[in-house]
């Protein structure tokens, strides 16, 4: 549950104090890691705060599931093992068998492999739509639709939604908007205060910001949403552990100054590459010309710190681009301090090739770290050749 009494401190306030309370036995500033599975109990039912067995709940989620309500402005906030965790607990949560969903033609490869291959052999349907186009997604809506999934900025083409128009959509038709918000991180993007009904994280990324962890995570406004997932949660048991929980919220106390750097960095390196003879494209929401720069202007704080380019030579150079970098790091997954480069059509996202969501073979996407920017700048120029 939200700690309202943070609900007017601003959000670099909040991403260090909420959920952060002083241990009461020592007065520990940093929420202790409780490595612990179950709690003595005073006499049968008599629980300490409510804490029974780790799965159910333990102190230390608790203070980031607090914190992550709070960065989010929910009502309820939920930690999980991995971003694909909280997505299956999200989707058995929300459909049954014979329902719908309208999935975007641009989204993060493991999410597909989810809907795909695994929520599909449950009797589970879906299409896919141009989620920045509101006549696409109406166009995608069957009567049993229950789920309109977005991501924005997405993965790996940085394509924007209009959050607050594809909000009135799914109420309209009786459906629940999720929203991938792992690639602005609440800091630069607040969902559900545009209309969204779930917000779902990768801790992995952004919110981790230090490649050390792995983690997802659930948040709703809504209070009834809320309980419900939390049964889910429960009764599936895919949870963070106490000690990954801590980690997520000492990078998460750091998560304002870092997203700043990586905006800033990303900025003037979407500068040179435009001016490079190598690339033919570049995909930043912080560009002019790009599809949907209006609409992120106006929902996000700035525009983040990745960036996808096309290279001229095709998937070849492509790879080789990738293999020539010195300081970003060949790797997959994003969000952390030091920059990362990678091929998306042959390691993210693998798994949709073939279909509507395949991604062109020449595309490059880097995760811009906090590292100096003229280093940054030096080593992907060098890189193109």
């Known amino acids: ?18 959920g952060n309370t002083a241990d009461p036995l020592t007065g520990a500033v940093v929420p202790p890691i409780y490595q612990v599975s179950t709690y003595k109990q005073d006499g049968v039912g ?7 067995y780790s799965r159910s709940a333990n102190p230390t989620r608790t203070a ?50 989810l809907f795909a291959k695994v929520v599909s052999r449950w009797g589970v349907e ?74 779902v994280h990768s801790l992995t990324k952004y919110m981790g910001g230090h490649s050390d962890v792995v983690g997802g995570a659930l948040v709703t406004a809504d209070e009834a949403l809320g309980e419900e997932l939390a049964y889910h949660q429960n009764a599936m048991g895919a949870v ?54 209006e609409i992120a202007a106006k929902q996000m704080r700035n525009f983040g710190g990745m960036v996808s380019f096309q290279v001229a030579g095709g998937e070849e150079e492509a790879v080789a681009v990738c293999a020539r970098t010195k300081i970003f790091t060949l790797a997959e997954s994003l969000g952390g301090v030091e920059s990362l480069i990678e091929h998306p059509g042959r390691m993210t996202h693998a798994s949709v090739a073939g279909s509507a969501l395949e991604v062109p073979a020449d595309l490059i996407r880097v995760s811009v770290g906090i590292e100096n920017a003229d280093d940054l700048i030096a080593d992907l120029t060098q890189a193109l050749g």
């Open 1 to 18: 549950m939200s700690d309202d009494s943070h609900e007017h401190q601003s959000f670099e306030t909040r991403a260090i104090h909420a």
């Open 64 to 113: 980031l599931e607090e914190n992550l309500a709070a960065l989010e402005g929910g009502r309820r906030g939920l930690a999980f093992a991995s971003g694909l965790a909280a997505e299956d607990c999200l989707l058995r949560t929300l459909l049954s068998p014979g329902d719908h969903v309208v999935i975007p033609n641009d989204a993060y490869g493991g999410t597909f492999r």
């Open 46 to 52: 008599g629980l300490r705060g409510g804490y029974e």
């Open 240 to 293: 963070a552990g106490p000690f990954d929980s801590w980690v997520v919220l000492r990078g998460i106390k750091t998560l304002a100054v870092r997203m700043d750097r990586h905006a800033e960095n990303a900025a003037k390196i979407v500068e040179v590459l435009k001016r490079h003879p190598k690339v033919t494209k570049v995909l930043y929401p912080g560009l002019p010309e790009h599809p949907g720069h």
């Open 126 to 199: 879906w299409s896919v739509a141009d989620t920045s186009d509101a006549d696409s997604v109406r166009a995608a809506l069957t009567p049993k639709t229950k789920v309109i999934w977005v991501e924005t900025p997405s993965n790996p083409l940085l394509g924007i939604t209009d959050i607050a128009v594809v909000a009135d959509i799914a109420r309209t038709a009786g459906a629940k908007l999720v929203v991938d918000n792992t690639f602005a991180s609440p800091y630069l993007q607040q969902p559900l205060a545009l209309g969204a009904d779930v917000v």
